[in-house]
């Protein structure tokens, strides 16, 4: 690719960042340039990101109706899934999905509760609310 | 740290050990270090699944580049791993105090001078620490363009996060380089492995027997909801772009290294055609990327038969590329 032709599309994705792309100059080497985003790329990581979204706004809407504990609501909202939370907690995926049931997950020990914050980042008082309907 | 200065690099691994090196007195780019380590690859393992997508990958291993070039330039490193994360903390004070900087592995996700949008649960990225300030990190993240700042609850939790690849807190550094490196007995030998093994590997995930098989799952994906054969479509395009590869799945990146391999070799021509080769290779698989993102935000039905037609030219491209770097005599 020719140093001009490395896409400046300013990506939202991009943040503030820019990345830096191998091309060739006019005097014929290759050096690297800094680029703000390119469409392409930008599409397949909005992509990513609307997926996790609709997870989070699926399980929001369980965790309003009671249908499943505030830790499902958090581990989507973490961009996890229930392999990486079984892998951040090292609990069996078997026992996680036992805690996403209300009334078994107000039963949990404070020891295990304590795993699920660290691998959240939440706090014990946290970890326990019910998320409020902000955007969902 | 007076004399430390921040490199804007296309990927992190490459990217802190070219700015380490050079730091401790070794001038070596980040092309020649990604060539040198011999990462360059292509991987599909359709049973492996990240965020419920196979994995796809355009480099060999996490850590294959810090311990390549161990190996092959002849550098001693001392890594190290920590079970508790007050003592992973407390070394990495240590290791400042003594004026030293270092290369950590860490998640995305905890980062917090990440853009929000790109923070997923990515363990192997890697980042260089500078010194401290009050509780605050002086960080030299590669794939940033300015140096960066990191609190310290942040990155201890980036250090230590949990899951495929876990960091286990992981810290790097040279304790040894040799005075004298001669480059061009390591780039011919490492040219060589490469090519070889992209062209003739037995196995069929990877190399350019991965790329076809990827382009068979391709095919079979019409049989699939739409939905999800989008995902797996960007999923592709995510990791040849996504974070750090340097453009182009690493083939540009790959490319400058030949140029400069040609240079060091009074401009060998065979090793100047390849890059430029290489060159034209990445070109194509950034058209792939863009076909396949239109593809994404169409509505019509996806033409699954040439997505997978542009995979199997590019493996074949690609073949010319190391196919000429085998008659390469240097």
């Known amino acids: 690719m020719d140093i001009k032709s490395v896409p400046q599309d300013n990506s939202s994705t991009y943040g503030e960042m820019k990345k830096a792309i191998y091309a060739t100059s006019s005097d014929g080497k290759i050096k690297s340039i800094g680029s703000t985003g390119w469409d392409a790329e930008e599409i397949v990581t909005q ?25 499902y609501y958090y581990m989507y909202e973490t961009r996890m899934d229930l392999s990486v939370l079984a892998q951040s907690t090292g609990f069996f995926k078997w026992t996680i999905k036992r805690d996403f049931n209300p009334k078994i997950f107000d039963k949990i020990s404070e020891k295990r509760l304590l795993v699920y914050c660290e691998a959240l980042g939440k706090s014990l008082e946290e970890i326990k609310k019910i998320p409020k309907d902000i955007d969902g | ?85 007050q003592r992973g903390e407390e070394r990495l004070d240590e290791l400042l105090g003594q004026g030293k900087i270092v290369g950590a592995q860490s998640s995305v996700y905890w980062l917090d ?24 990190y002086l960080i030299s993240d590669p794939v940033f363009d300015k140096s960066v700042r990191c609190s310290k609850e942040s990155l201890s ?20 380089i040799p005075k004298e490196i001669d480059l061009k007995p390591i780039i011919s030998k490492n040219l060589k492995k490469i090519s070889k093994y992209m062209l003739k590997t037995p196995m069929p995930i990877v190399g350019l027997r991965g790329m076809r098989f990827l382009a068979k799952s391709i095919l079979k994906l019409r049989a699939k909801p739409k939905k999800y054969a989008k995902l797996f479509l960007g999923n592709i395009v995510r990791m040849q772009e996504e974070i750090g590869t340097g453009g182009a799945g690493f083939r540009f990146m790959y490319a400058s290294f030949l140029e400069e391999a040609s240079e060091l070799f009074d401009g060998d021509l065979t090793l100047r055609e390849a890059s430029s080769l290489m ?48 008659e390469f005599k240097g």
Not at chain 1, 47 to 57: C, F, P
Not at chain 2, 25 to 42: A, Q, R, T, Y
Not at chain 2, 119 to 126: D, E, L
């Open chain 1, 47 to 71: 992509q990513a990101i609307d997926d996790l979204e609709e997870s989070r706004k699926e399980a929001l809407k369980k965790v309003i109706a009671k249908e499943r504990s505030p830790l």
């Open chain 2, 157 to 176: 939790k980036a250090r230590f996060a949990k899951g495929m690849m876990a960091p286990k807190g992981l810290l790097y550094y040279p304790v040894s």
């Open chain 2, 113 to 136: 001078y990440f853009p929000p949008e790109i923070r997923f649960h990515f363990n192997a990225h890697n980042l260089l620490i500078y010194g401290k300030e009050s509780e605050e």
């Open chain 2, 279 to 326: 060159l034209e290779v990445g070109d194509e698989w950034r058209d792939f990327a863009l076909v396949i993102a239109k593809a994404i935000k169409s509505k019509q039905d996806i033409d699954y038969k040439k997505i997978a037609q542009m995979l199997v030219n590019i493996s074949k491209n690609e073949a010319k590329v190391y196919k000429k770097l085998l």
């Open chain 2, 1 to 85: 740290m007076g004399n430390f200065k921040h490199t804007h690099h296309a990927h992190c691994e490459s990217g802190v050990m070219s700015s380490m090196l050079r730091y401790y007195g070794l001038d070596i780019s980040e092309p020649m270090i990604f060539g040198l380590s011999n990462v360059l690859n292509f991987v599909y393992i359709p049973f492996v699944k990240i965020g419920g997508m196979p994995l796809v990958s355009y480099r060999s291993v996490p850590k294959a580049i810090i311990k390549n070039i161990q190996k092959n330039l002849n550098i001693q490193m001392n890594l190290e791993t920590f079970s508790s994360k």
